[in-house]
């Protein structure tokens, strides 16, 4: 329920709405002039609102005569309501916009500026269910104009305001804190490894640990795609330690002898050798103990480890290791893809104390690693109610309750 002092108004009674414009692009004098030119890829995200700032193009006098672009006073708000429906700018200075944008100026003795483009936000969902769909999705100015909304009179609209500010700070302050610890939670693992791997054993390569492989997983056509035998893939892997049972293995049809070539066996060693990005390439996982018969893409090559010599999770621990993530970008090739090859596994480098030491250091790894997965885990189920705080402050301000 909205307090009795809080009145039902129009969009356009409360506020001067416009348009915008683009001018000619065949007549270079309409352009690079004094006036700021607005296009909605001048503002932030969805669900911010910014204070208008330097934009990427402007328009001359001649440009701003010569289209249907309007110049805008100061002290009004943006509204892009074309294709990204909802990004949200305040000006202070004269500016003009594309026609992706509805310009309120409001109407002083009716709204605030800022309570304005609080409410727009507020209302940004209820805005987009008016858009009709041509060749792209737009809000008609005319539905635009016609919605209606209740504000109360200007001092409490500026008290709002002032509470809306301040508990957006709130918000920022907790988003930044939440950001801070999950980069700190994703920093456990690798110093932990980094730690671990500093010890005085000496190295040897891997060529000297393989007891199989590597060899590059199989290929074919999307056509033989769909049944079949399980196949491994990269988004199957999870967080680059183990094999992802929660995700579905998608199925192929395979030859015998194809069968046997590709198979996963349980403490097989899955590393990825191709990616866009850097970043992915020599991710790694342990195979377990398989339900049935599985085989791995051609993006990912398999290796089997000598347990006479290492123990496979000591290996994988080293392979997500600041120290052999630095020599794998060493030997990386970046074209199109980044990629590394055998050649270039078999040369890594990691230190091999006796098996006795690998089996302590893959326990205390083994820890430290399921506690930054907790942590990490619990951080997203924490993230959840708090990405939706910024819009509870919006709905409470709008009914009358903050």
Same mark, same amino acid.
């Given at each position: 329920?909205?307090?009795?002092?809080?009145?039902?108004? /129009?969009?356009?009674?409360?506020?001067?709405?416009?348009?915008?414009?683009?001018?000619?692009?065949?007549?270079? $004098?309409?352009?690079?002039?004094?006036?700021?030119?607005?296009?909605?890829? +001048?503002?932030?995200?969805?669900?911010?609102?910014?204070?208008?700032?330097?934009? #990427?193009?402007?328009?001359?006098?001649?440009?701003?005569?010569?289209?249907?672009?309007?110049?805008?006073?100061?002290?009004?708000?943006?509204?892009?309501?074309?294709?990204?429906?909802?990004?949200?700018?305040?000006?202070?200075?004269?500016?003009?916009?594309?026609?992706?944008? $509805?310009?309120?100026?409001?109407?002083?003795?009716?709204?605030?500026?800022?309570?304005?483009?609080?409410?727009?936000?507020?209302?940004?969902?209820?805005?987009?269910? @008016?858009?009709?769909?041509?060749?792209? @999705?737009?809000?008609?100015?005319?539905?635009?104009?016609?919605?209606?909304?209740?504000?109360?009179?200007?001092?409490?609209?500026?008290?709002?305001?002032?509470?809306? #500010?301040?508990?957006?700070?709130?918000?920022?302050?907790?988003?930044?804190?939440?950001?801070?610890?999950?980069?700190?939670?994703?920093?456990?693992?690798?110093?932990?490894?980094? +730690?671990?791997?500093?010890?005085?054993?000496?190295?040897?390569?891997?060529?000297?640990?393989?007891?199989?492989?590597?060899?590059?997983?199989?290929?074919?056509?999307?056509?033989?795609?769909?049944?079949?035998?399980?196949?491994? /893939?990269?988004?199957?892997?999870?967080?680059?330690?183990?094999?992802?049972?929660?995700?579905?293995?998608?199925? @192929?049809?395979?030859?015998?002898?194809?069968?046997?070539?590709?198979?996963?066996?349980?403490?097989?060693?899955?590393?990825?050798?191709?990616?866009?990005?850097?970043?992915?390439?020599? #991710?790694?996982?342990?195979?377990?103990?398989?339900?049935?018969?599985?085989?791995?893409?051609?993006?990912?090559?398999?290796?089997?480890? +000598?347990?006479?010599?290492?123990?496979? /999770?000591?290996?994988?621990?080293?392979?997500?290791?600041?120290?052999?993530?630095?020599?794998?970008?060493? #030997? $990386?090739?970046?074209?199109?893809?980044?990629?590394?090859?055998?050649?270039?596994?078999?040369?890594?480098?990691?230190?091999?104390?006796?098996?006795?030491?690998?089996?302590?250091?893959?326990?205390?790894?083994?820890?430290?690693?399921?506690?930054?997965?907790?942590?990490? *885990?619990?951080?997203?189920?924490?993230? *959840?109610?708090?990405?939706?705080?910024?819009?509870?402050?919006?709905?409470? $301000?709008?009914?009358?309750?903050?």
């Amino acid at each position: 329920m909205f307090p009795n002092t809080w009145k039902s108004y /129009r969009l356009d009674e409360i506020a001067l709405i416009q348009g915008g414009g683009t001018p000619t692009r065949a007549e270079p $004098a309409f352009f690079n002039g004094e006036i700021p030119w607005v296009t909605p890829t +001048d503002l932030g995200p969805i669900g911010q609102i910014s204070e208008l700032g330097s934009v #990427k193009e402007s328009i001359t006098e001649l440009g701003l005569q010569k289209s249907s672009a309007k110049l805008i006073e100061p002290s009004s708000v943006l509204f892009s309501s074309r294709a990204s429906i909802g990004k949200i700018a305040v000006s202070d200075k004269y500016f003009t916009t594309n026609q992706g944008f $509805a310009n309120f100026t409001p109407f002083k003795d009716k709204v605030d500026l800022w309570f304005l483009a609080f409410i727009l936000r507020r209302y940004t969902k209820e805005i987009t269910a @008016l858009a009709s769909k041509t060749t792209f @999705l737009e809000v008609p100015r005319g539905k635009l104009k016609a919605f209606e909304i209740k504000i109360p009179p200007l001092a409490e609209q500026r008290r709002i305001v002032a509470r809306i #500010k301040e508990c957006m700070e709130r918000v920022e302050e907790i988003e930044a804190l939440r950001a801070d610890i999950r980069v700190e939670s994703s920093a456990i693992s690798a110093g932990a490894r980094f +730690d671990a791997f500093q010890i005085s054993a000496s190295t040897v390569k891997f060529d000297n640990i393989i007891d199989r492989g590597p060899t590059n997983g199989i290929y074919k056509h999307a056509n033989y795609y769909g049944s079949g035998t399980p196949i491994l /893939r990269i988004d199957n892997f999870n967080g680059g330690d183990i094999l992802d049972s929660r995700k579905e293995l998608k199925r @192929l049809q395979l030859e015998d002898s194809e069968l046997e070539r590709f198979q996963l066996r349980a403490n097989d060693i899955v590393i990825n050798r191709v990616n866009g990005s850097l970043d992915v390439v020599g #991710k790694a996982c342990l195979i377990p103990m398989l339900k049935e018969p599985t085989v791995f893409e051609s993006n990912m090559m398999c290796l089997s480890i +000598d347990k006479a010599r290492a123990i496979p /999770r000591y290996v994988l621990h080293f392979l997500a290791s600041p120290q052999c993530r630095d020599q794998i970008k060493s #030997k $990386a090739r970046v074209i199109q893809q980044a990629s590394i090859n055998q050649k270039d596994v078999g040369s890594f480098e990691l230190p091999l104390p006796s098996l006795e030491v690998q089996a302590e250091i893959v326990s205390n790894l083994d820890a430290v690693c399921s506690l930054a997965s907790q942590l990490s *885990l619990e951080q997203k189920e924490g993230d *959840l109610p708090a990405s939706n705080l910024g819009e509870s402050i919006l709905r409470k $301000a709008f009914a009358g309750e903050l």
